[in-house]
């Protein structure tokens, strides 16, 4: 989660700001603040005195987006200032007071955060914010300790010198050919959790080839789309975070092969119109939405379904249309739910064959 901010937001982008104290259904309970001190113990010249004890650094000097900072070493009350920054704490085992997010119903009605997102707690003790637009009064007042975020969304959201104001701040940038790796070793590393996510992002590989080695589909192609209810749509290429997942654990090569750096959408994906739908060849097509439990992705889905040319598509002839969640597999809620996902989509497609 785009993690969750990596994908296209919600159109329009223009939303009107909602204060936190509107957007919120709960309190935070409030935990320990402040930062973890440590005790030096002195000799003070008597002979035969205990060696002093050392101290235990109490914050740590990091370099990020906008320079240096000094942080907590062990920071307890975190922002997030997005949902991607969100999922990458919450996998390193830390959960954020309050983070930025899509507006409400995105993920589903009356949820604030992905549901996958469930067991870490985050309805119960994440308060949520519209993301872009903090009411830095409510931010103030929750008295953070730290203030984590992509360059973008730091600048959306005041700006460094207002926020760092508030609290500690830093940043990592998200060019636009980065990946669902990139952004998660560059938090780590602000975090001094590097270590951590190598671990993780290893067990995510060997889970996926251990997937490709189980899947044997008796085709090769496949087209990965998501589009919007403008009738337009993103295809993702190899090189995006959601193909390429897709692309290695299903052994399938993606058409058409168009070169992303041809279109501005960054990240992999191609942004192509309505009169396109027909150069989606693949002989399975995969739609990265969530009609069932999203009223923006059902509409996008129909609009795509609704298509003259959609029914022509070789894909949906021979009945091979699978949706896959693209917030989960652009990161945006860990990356064992990648794995659960990528497994869960083979199954289906298998099932097709």
């Known amino acids: 989660m785009n993690h969750i901010a990596c994908f296209r937001p919600p159109e329009p982008t223009e939303i009107e700001c909602v204060s936190c104290e509107n957007l919120t259904r709960r309190r935070f309970l409030i935990g320990v603040g402040g930062v973890i001190g440590a005790t030096v113990l002195s000799g003070c010249g008597v002979p035969g005195a205990p060696t002093p004890t050392a101290t235990v650094a109490a914050t740590r000097q990091v370099r990020h987006a906008f320079g240096e900072t000094e942080i907590p070493a062990v920071p307890q009350r975190v922002v997030s200032l997005d949902a991607g920054t969100l999922a990458y704490l919450l996998e390193l085992g830390i959960v954020p007071i309050a983070s930025g997010t899509y507006e409400p119903g995105f993920f589903g009605e009356g949820r604030d955060f992905h549901p996958l997102l469930d067991s870490y707690g985050v309805e119960d003790k994440v308060e949520p914010f519209l993301r872009g637009q903090p009411d830095l009064e409510r931010l103030t007042a929750l008295d953070p300790d730290l203030i984590i975020g992509t360059e973008q969304f730091v600048e959306e959201s005041g700006g460094y010198n207002i926020l760092s104001g508030i609290a500690p701040t830093v940043a990592y940038p998200r060019p636009s050919e980065s990946t669902f790796r990139d952004e998660f070793r560059a938090v780590a590393e602000l975090l001094g959790k590097t270590d951590q996510?190598?671990?993780?992002?290893?067990?995510?590989?060997?889970?996926?080839?251990?997937?490709?080695?189980?899947?044997?589909?008796?085709?090769?192609?496949?087209?990965?789309?998501?589009?919007?209810?403008?009738?337009?749509?993103d295809l993702f290429t190899k090189s995006s975070t959601p193909g390429g997942f897709i692309a290695t654990a299903l052994g399938l090569t993606l058409v058409p092969d168009i070169d992303p750096r041809t279109s501005d959408r960054g990240q992999g994906r191609v942004a192509l119109s309505a009169e396109r739908v027909g150069d989606l060849q693949g002989e399975l097509l995969i739609i990265l939405a969530r009609p069932k439990e999203s009223a923006y992705d059902a509409a996008g889905v129909k609009v795509l379904q609704d298509n003259p040319l959609y029914p022509l598509l070789p894909a949906v002839q021979a009945g091979r249309v699978a949706f896959a969640d693209n917030i989960v597999l652009f990161g945006g809620t860990g990356t064992q739910s990648i794995l659960t996902e990528l497994k869960r989509l083979a199954d289906t497609v298998q099932q097709m064959t």
């Open 197 to 233: 996510a190598a671990a993780l992002l290893a067990e995510l590989d060997r889970g996926i080839a251990a997937l490709a080695e189980r899947v044997s589909l008796p085709f090769s192609t496949a087209s990965v789309v998501r589009p919007f209810d403008d009738g337009n749509f």
